[in-house]
């Protein structure tokens, strides 16, 4: 309510400007350019096959044999959740006995292997094409490292028959999870009507043209056949990973560090890496090497519950996004600078690796490391590139390259190297070591930490200052656009101006961002700003921009081909039920109701436990006048999951709206206790309270809300209201003054606190 009027207020008087100057980039493939497999390579390339047999990219997926399987499968046990699985081999093939979907033990024979170290996964084949990723693998690190044992993936729970997380369920699945980085020309293929893959792929593992793209052009201009002769300016190389030909790194004597000889210009072999180095979304498999990341990509940016505040890896993230915000990344430095790309193996050993660019006689020495030479201190990866363990046993190398900042752990809570091993020490400690190591303060790289921190709960200053890092372009653009969606939502209006700027940036991911956070404004104003981003450069911004046109008042070609692009993107991936569900809010948007029926219904046949579809569906119910069934649909979601607080609280909505108003504030109470951190929760409860009459207990809920979150503007304008309403008006301008201090130009606060000042004399 209050954020749409503030920005109903700004984006009357101000109109967009035009869209970036930035040329379409081509599809990198020929059309003629078809996968010939990586056997067709090691006739010219022995050098380059030879570094890659036996890799972890040539072992990403390989036939079960008597020598790709890692495991003890001569009739080992393991026990899991009351199950006791048993491995075993039988003429020549491999079997386990384990629980199925439907909970009982029987016997799976395993199709594939799943990567070597340190641990090896197992597929199963099942009839519809899906292969299935077993839950319990093999730790194939040495006996003396912990290794040579069975362990279950998810130790911690208990993962049985039913759980999305179950080894038959679908996020075990390798189709649609693991298959496209794990093989070259992988095509998904799945049939939606059949609901059945066919999926196909021309190597088995990571092979040549899973880098280097579709290599039958090349092949033949190596022949000298076909259009070999034509293709001579290129060779027929879909891309030339060549940014680091003829570069060199000159060591720079007053710092120790190098400079690049000349500026990297593009990012090509960083998005050939990205396609798998990174945690992202995909929407189409038609994608070949070179191609933007962005036609067939949505990274994740810095997001919390992925990375922590200061942009450190926190979930499973894998590197991209950490490398992006590196300042080695903003220097010039690629991949390859440090990974062999054939072998991925380091370039040098240990700190040799850094010495590269880093001179030894400035870095690794006890004056700048404080540690005792060759110990783990002495690293620079400990200190600078710390890991985080995943799948129990795999510890992975935080790629953002950062100087450790223990104070920031006192500040904000944010993991640092130095607890890391001295994890008997305080943060405080370590902070006050490193000052004494360096009395000059040394910030680092990434200086966003304490403005991501403090607005992802709801800090009013702390979301200015992620407007500066919006529009800032010396910050990285992964950091640009993951401060752009901090600003989506009910803060969008107050910082329209930002996003308005941030549809400008050159980079497609700040365009993206941008475009989501202009998600909540009225129609015509997302009909203003985003109708000639309908042309936008980039696939995965064009996409954005018809999700959240849907329903506005646009019409045009483009904005139809927009439309195409997203919905194909969510059909390409019909085997999820977030896809059904995008589907199905897309219909909502556009008034189609039935169909939006359809999609939601489907989201829960594939995953009866899929709350949001839940919720929505529940709303399209009521959207149509059908309450009973609404408040059916949401009851049947929480008998199955009684913890789901968005339930609840539509469940609340639904009951008000049937004037059951005591039911309904158990339910919005109940919200507020599942899902303290969602500040809208507490507010409908509130305002629920005060309109049954309980005016102290909703004061009691929208303090508590505000102690958590006290620059939410939509509480203090409530709380405002309702003590004007009650005739407090001094205590009723001591919120509408804080309401001000966050906008102190819109004209509804202003005149809010002029009212009250008055009523208050």
């Keep these: 309510m209050l954020a749409a009027a503030a920005a109903n207020f700004y984006f009357s008087f101000r109109s967009r400007p035009a869209p970036p100057p930035v040329a379409v980039v081509p599809a990198a493939a020929p059309a003629a350019a078809q996968f010939v497999g990586g056997g067709q390579c090691i006739g010219c390339h022995a050098a380059e096959h030879a570094a890659w047999a036996g890799s972890q990219h040539d072992r990403a997926m390989q036939p079960a044999t008597g020598e790709t399987v890692l495991g003890d499968f001569n009739d080992a046990t393991f026990t899991y959740g009351g199950v006791t699985s048993t491995f075993f081999a039988r003429d020549g093939k491999f079997f386990v006995n384990t629980d199925g979907a439907d909970g009982q033990l029987a016997d799976f024979e395993i199709s594939y292997t799943f990567g070597v170290e340190p641990l090896q996964q197992y597929l199963i084949d099942f009839p519809d094409g899906r292969k299935q990723a077993l839950g319990i693998a093999w730790d194939s690190r040495s006996t003396a490292a912990g290794g040579q044992r069975w362990f279950h993936l998810y130790p ?74 034509r293709l001579e300016a290129t060779k027929g190389l879909i891309v030339a990973l060549d940014e680091r030909r003829d570069v060199a790194w000159t060591p720079v004597a007053d710092t120790g560090n190098a400079t690049r000889s000349r500026p990297r210009e593009s990012a090509r072999e960083i998005e050939v890496c990205a396609r798998c180095h990174s945690r992202r979304g995909q929407f189409t498999d038609e994608h070949a090497a070179g191609e933007s990341l962005t036609e067939a990509f949505r990274p994740a940016l810095l997001e919390p519950g992925l990375f922590h505040a200061d942009g450190q890896m926190r979930d499973e993230v894998y590197n991209y996004a950490s490398f992006l915000q590196s300042k080695m990344n903003a220097v010039g430095v690629t991949c390859s600078d440090c990974h062999e790309p054939h072998s991925q193996e380091l370039r040098a050993p240990g700190n040799a690796i850094c010495a590269q660019c880093h001179t030894a006689t400035s870095f690794d020495m006890p004056a700048h490391h404080h540690h005792e030479p060759a110990s783990q201190g002495a690293q620079c990866a400990s200190c600078h590139m710390p890991t985080t363990t995943y799948m129990v046993i795999d510890p992975r190398h935080d790629h953002s390259l950062r100087i450790p900042r223990p104070d920031l752990t006192e500040q904000i809570g944010t993991p640092n190297a130095c607890n890391a091993c001295h994890a008997d020490r305080t943060p405080s400690w370590a902070a006050q070591t490193v000052t004494s190591w360096f009395p000059e303060r040394k910030v680092g790289f990434q200086d966003f930490a304490v403005a991501f921190a403090g607005a992802d709960r709801g800090e009013a200053a702390a979301l200015r200052q992620v407007e500066n890092i919006a529009v800032d372009r010396a910050e990285p653009p992964i950091v640009r656009a993951s401060a752009v969606a901090r600003l989506g939502g009910r803060t969008a209006a107050r910082a329209a101006a930002t996003l308005i700027a941030a549809l400008e940036d050159p980079d497609p991911l700040v365009r993206m961002a941008a475009v989501g956070a202009l998600g909540d404004a009225d ?54 039920p977030e896809a059904h569900l995008a589907l ?89 206790t599942l899902a303290p951190a969602e500040p809208r929760f507490a507010y409908v409860h509130a305002v629920a309270l005060f309109s049954s009459g309980n005016s102290a207990e909703a004061f009691a809920v929208l303090d508590a809300a505000l102690a958590r979150f006290p620059d939410d503007g939509e509480m203090l304008f409530a709380a405002a209201s309702y003590r004007a309403e009650l005739g407090d008006a001094d ?30 004399r």
């Design 584 to 672: 199905g809010n897309f219909a909502a948007a556009r008034g189609e109701n039935a169909a939006a029926t359809a999609a939601y219904e489907k989201a829960l046949e594939i995953d009866a436990g899929f709350s949001q579809a839940a919720v929505n569906l529940a709303d399209v119910h009521r959207a149509r006048g059908d309450e009973a069934r609404a408040e059916a649909t949401l009851r049947a979601a929480l008998l199955r999951d009684p913890s789901l607080a968005a339930a609840h609280h539509a469940l609340g909505l639904a009951l008000v709206r049937q004037s059951r108003l005591p039911e309904a504030l158990d339910e919005f109470a109940t919200a507020v």
């Design 523 to 576: 129609a015509d104003t997302r009909a203003q700003l985003l109708t000639p981003m309908t042309s936008d450069p980039s696939r995965l911004v064009r996409m954005e921009v018809a999700r959240v046109l849907a329903g506005a008042p646009v019409i045009g070609a483009q904005l139809e081909r927009a439309n195409a692009e997203l919905l194909a993107a969510e059909r390409f991936n019909a085997d999820r």
């Design 156 to 229: 911690d729970e208990v993962i049985g028959a039913g759980d999305r997380l179950h080894w038959t369920a679908i996020d075990q699945n390798w189709n649609y999870q693991c298959a496209d980085c794990h093989s070259t020309n992988l095509r998904k293929n799945f049939d939606a009507a059949a609901n059945a893959f066919g999926t196909t792929w021309t190597d088995i593992d990571v092979n040549c043209e899973a880098c280097h793209g579709p290599g039958s052009s090349h092949l033949a201009w190596a022949q000298k056949t076909g259009d070999g002769q």
């Design 731 to 760: 205590a009723a301008l001591v919120y509408a003054r804080r309401l001000q201090a966050l906008e102190p130009r819109n004209p509804q606060f202003q005149e809010l606190v002029r009212t009250l000042e008055q009523r208050a």
